[in-house]
């Protein structure tokens, strides 16, 4: 792992040194404006600059220690997702844990070129199994083209609320995909993207179907309109997810689709609104809470049919920025899926999430939190679940 690292970095290194061919006296960059998100590592500390400022590398990450202590409900989840709470089981053991696994390492490369900027950009974490290396975003930007994987198109990272909780809101589009993207902007308050991304789905796989690879790329797209106030966005995705009928021998194929409005909005100096609302059809692939658990396509009745779930959420969130090294959120969030073809009763139907916390910046480079969690599960015959957690967290930015 370390020795990757390394040739990673001696690569970028090299690239630095190339002749600047065709740039411009000065180094402009593309697409880095940090956002507000305690997630987010931000521009690197240490950065390497070519003769003539015109190419760059930097360097930086976090090492992040955050503390877990679980009151009730969830056990053995380092992730506060509330899916996974139990239902009519009264655990009610207290749980403390502490991990350094969301630590991250970048690297990122910046120069001109005789038609325009050009950025790359790598990051990993230490959050695959057994702290494994685990790659995050990986891609490259050069006129108006970005390849590679990050955030899907159809998320709105710069409206995802400050937590301590690596998940975040249950209802949040949230997905880092490998994708081919376009994106423009237009005058100084409006842009757009579109993009073609890795299909894969989960299913709930009944008698007579099976799991099948995809072969048509999800097709996503937004509008952003910014300002001094803040920012809407307007996104839109849609999937044509295919399954096997066993029965008849056929791949069938089935289309999906999905909206969200997103937006943060500068309420006061002070004080921020970030919100989403999201609703689709064969998307909770993209939904935090649910995604990954067999809901994209579910049976419609007891033949080998499956037709895409309907699910809707939406979350609101308010900063307070007490001081500028000083702040903190309230955020709820709420997921429901419908009610929908044979549907056993145990059936996941209602999610909610609340979190509130507090940061401060000791340093520039130290900040420490902490963040209070309740969760609820409701199944679609009304037996509930609950969680509370406790957060903590201290991180060191380089």
């Not at 401060?360 to 963040?371: A, C, K, M, N, Q």
Request: charged share 15%.
């Amino acid at each position: 792992m370390s020795k990757s690292i390394i040739s990673l970095t001696m690569t970028m290194i090299m690239m630095v040194s190339l002749p600047a061919i065709h740039a411009q006296d000065t180094l402009e960059v593309i697409n880095t404006t940090p956002s507000h998100n305690i997630q987010d590592p931000g521009h690197p500390i240490i950065v390497l600059r070519s003769a003539g400022q015109k190419y760059q590398i930097g360097i930086g990450g976090f090492a992040r220690l955050v503390g877990i202590y679980d009151l009730n409900g969830l056990q053995d989840v380092d992730d506060f997702i509330t899916y996974q709470i139990p239902v009519g089981e009264k655990n009610k053991k207290d749980r403390m844990y502490l991990s350094a696994s969301q630590s991250r390492l970048f690297t990122e490369f910046m120069g001109n070129t005789k038609n325009g900027p050009i950025r790359v950009y790598i990051e990993a974490d230490f959050d695959g199994n057994g702290n494994a290396f685990r790659l995050r975003h990986a891609y490259g930007e050069y006129w108006g083209f970005l390849f590679g994987q990050t955030w899907t198109t159809f998320m709105d990272i710069d409206a995802s609320p400050n937590t301590i909780d690596f998940e975040g809101p249950n209802s949040q589009v949230s997905l880092r995909n490998p994708m081919i993207r376009y994106g423009k902007k237009i005058g100084k308050h409006f842009s757009f993207a579109v993009s073609a991304e890795t299909p894969m789905a989960s299913i709930t796989v009944a008698p007579g179907i099976e799991s099948v690879p995809q072969y048509f790329p999800d097709l996503a797209g937004k509008i952003r309109i910014d300002g001094e106030w803040g920012h809407l966005q307007f996104a839109a995705i849609l999937r044509h997810i295919a399954y096997e009928d066993s029965l008849s021998g056929k791949t069938r194929r089935t289309r999906s689709w999905g909206r969200s409005i997103t937006g943060l909005i500068n309420v006061t100096q002070n004080d921020i609104i970030m919100f989403q609302v999201v609703y689709g059809e064969g998307i909770a692939r993209y939904i935090q809470d649910i995604s990954g658990c067999g809901m994209d396509l579910v049976p419609a009745k007891g033949d080998s049919t499956l037709k895409p779930l309907p699910v809707w959420g939406f979350y609101g969130s308010v900063q307070h920025n007490w001081t500028p090294t000083i702040n903190s959120s309230i955020i709820y969030g709420y997921t429901q899926a419908a009610k929908f073809g044979i549907q056993p009763d145990d059936y996941y139907k209602i999610g909610q999430y609340i979190a509130a916390n507090f940061f401060w910046d000791i340093l520039p480079v130290f900040t420490v939190g902490i963040e209070y969690l309740w969760g609820q599960r409701i199944n679609q015959n009304g037996a509930k679940g609950t969680a509370n957690r406790i957060d903590f967290m201290a991180q060191f930015t380089f």
